[in-house]
Each structure stands twice: as C-alpha cells, then as structure tokens.
T-cell receptor
Framework: DAGITQSPRHKVTETGTPVTLRCHQT?????MYWYRQDPGHGLRLIHY???????DKGEVSDGYSVSRSKTEDFLLTLESATSSQTSVYFC?????????????FGPGTRLTVT | KQEVTQIPAALSVPEGENLVLNCSFT??????LQWFRQDPGKGLTSLLL?????REQTSGRLNASLDKSSGRSTLYIAASQPGDSATYLCAVGSSNTGKLIFGQGTTLQVKP
C-alpha cells in the first residue's frame, strides 16, 4: 500500500468551528488531492496540489482552503464548518511524472458537523 | 462538462461467474481512466490504470478495456470469488493534472 495516512480518522465538531484535516505521505509524490464522498454524489474533488505551495481548486472548493508547506503534508481546512460538510474525506497522491498519474488513496476521515 | 456513468448500480452473481462492469463517459478527450475497488468503510484501492493511448490493461483476473470513440470502458472479472464483493468505481482523468471525475460505482456481491 502507498504510504498515506490521514488524521484524524474520525471527528465530530460543531457548526461554525474551524476544522483542519491532515494528509501525510511517505512516497515523495508530487501531486496530492482532497476528495469528499457523499451518498448520491460519489467522490468529488475539493482541491489539489501540484507541488509545495502550488494548489488549485477542484469541483467543490467553496468553504474549503488548503495548504502545502512540505512535500509530505497537505492540509484541508474547513473555515467555518457547516452541516453540509458532513462527509467522508479522502486524500490521494500521484507521482505526476511521465505518463503516470495513477492515484493512490488514504483511509479517509469521517467528519460529522452537528 | 465530463460526466461518468456506471450501470448497473448493483449486481449479484454466483461464485465462479465471469462478469463485466460498465463505465461510460460523455467527453472522449480523456487523459486516462482508472478503476478502483472500495470495501465498506475503507479507502479506494487502485486496480487498473489505462492511458488514453491504450486499449486495455490486465492484472490477474481483471481486464479493463477502453474505447474512447464510443466513450466506454469495461472491467472484466474472471471466475468471480466472494472476496471480489465490493464497490467498483470508474474515474476519468481529463488532463495532465491528474484530476479525476468519478462514476457512482457498481456494488458487486458474489454469492458462495
């Protein structure tokens, strides 16, 4: 398995509070991604990073921000959590070299906003 | 806007059957296509990646094909086993950023 960890694995928080999820990789891959998975919507891209301090928006980026200060860490912040952000969040990584953009996923973080 | 569809949403087969899972996409200008497996409560496991220039990829009992002109990919599972029970997801990459658009998945149950 690709060396990807996510923390925390489970979190319950209240509406209006900021929340930060962490993705850590040991593969030295260039690309990192944050997705959310919801029943009826499947997996949707929130933000991604193509290098240290290089990030871009995905399909559902409103209400989320990201930061990547080191190759191995990619942080997802919910600036002011809302109930609609209750979801399972997955981090993924990809080498992004040559022809290889195969993505490898972490175990996920289950976030509940009450 | 790229849309990815997987039909059927659920499938139940007896052990030993060969089966085909379908994935269709609306924009044929894809960069690659990736098949994943997801077990309940778990993350996604990459099964096969097909580059846009390729027609198929094989790994063990799995074979994935790609027909860009018709906007279709199939995942063939030979001699299915109860351990193959999971949700199978198809995802299309439309650029060299690696961004993926996912289908809703097909949930497979293989009965002993």
């Amino acid at each position: 398995d690709a060396g990807i960890t996510q923390s925390p694995r489970h979190k319950v928080t209240e509406t209006g509070t900021p929340v930060t999820l962490r993705c850590h990789q040991t593969e030295n891959h260039r690309y990192m991604y944050w997705y959310r998975q919801d029943p009826g919507h499947g997996l949707r891209l929130i933000h991604y990073s193509y290098g240290v301090k290089d990030t871009d928006k995905g399909e559902v980026s409103d209400g989320y921000s990201v930061s990547r200060s080191k190759t191995e860490d990619f942080l997802l912040t919910l600036e002011s959590a809302t109930s609609s952000q209750t979801s399972v969040y997955f981090c993924a990584i990809s080498p992004g070299t040559g022809d290889s953009y195969e993505q490898y996923f972490g175990p996920g973080t289950r976030l509940t906003v009450t | 806007k790229q849309e990815v569809t997987q039909i059927p949403a659920a499938l139940s087969v007896p052990e030993g059957e060969n089966l085909v899972l379908n994935c269709s996409f609306t924009d044929s200008a894809i960069y690659n296509l990736q098949w994943f497996r997801q077990d309940p409560g778990k993350g996604l496991t990459s099964l096969l990646l097909i580059q846009s220039s390729q027609r198929e990829q094989t790994s063990g009992r799995l074979n994935a094909s790609l027909d860009k002109s018709s906007g279709r990919s199939t995942l063939y599972i030979a001699a299915s086993q109860p351990g193959d029970s999971a949700t199978y997801l198809c995802a299309v990459g439309s650029s060299n950023t690696g961004k993926l658009i996912f289908g809703q998945g097909t949930t497979l149950q293989v009965k002993p």
